[in-house]
């Protein structure tokens, strides 16, 4: 579980035995029942990590609502969309392993993040990776509820793939680009895990080693 789920649910657990104790028991009720939602919202699962070469995998749970071709420093790029309800594990995992060679936050407005001006008008973090699967992009945008980003790394930091790298909390969206000739995985509509659901596999860079396809539990 994530740490903040438990400074929530103790919280909550607190203000319950304190109505209970100053009011009537029942009115503990509700401070429970968000109590228990948010020890569950911020749960943090294992997860099967492919050690597939060149496997980009989907940085976080939920619904593949778009992919599209897009123009980013001159080069075709391709971008996943995902977009995260209340319902999906909020924890955010690398795409790839490599090295984290830039951070930017930028502020921005708090829209509906399934729509598409989202990518560039919502609050978002842009991570910028290199690694074993060429240059990665992934973006933690900001949705109608989410208020709040976390990213735990910074530029210089090595990462390794399906590692947990941060969150956004209540909703969101997180978008992934990465180069156009790779070879697709997934599908819109389709439901996918951060960390084990392979998005699409990068075309092998040279004097790249090869890695088993195996799997490793995080």
Partial sequence: MV?????YGLAL???AGLLAWLTVPA???????LAGFFL?????????IPAVQGAIVSPADGKVTDISVIRQDGRE???????????????????ISGVIEDVQYRQGKFHNAVGASSADDNEQNVVTIRGDAGTVVLKQIA???????????KAGDTVE?????????????T???FPADSQMKVQVGEHVKGGSTILAIAQPLPLTPRLHDVAEVR
């Fill in 77 to 95: 790029r391709t971008r996943i969309s995902i977009f995260l309800n209340v319902f999906d594990v909020h924890v955010n995992r690398s795409p």
């Fill in 3 to 7: 740490r903040d789920g438990i400074y």
């Fill in 13 to 15: 657990i607190a203000v």
């Fill in 27 to 33: 009115l503990a009720v509700v401070p429970l029942l």
């Fill in 161 to 173: 793939r399906g590692e947990r790298v941060g969150l956004i909390k209540f909703g969101s969206r």
């Fill in 175 to 177: 978008d992934v680009i």
């Fill in 40 to 48: 569950w919202f911020f749960r943090d699962p294992k997860r099967r």
């Fill in 143 to 153: 949705g109608l509820l989410a208020r709040r980003i976390v990213f735990t790394k």
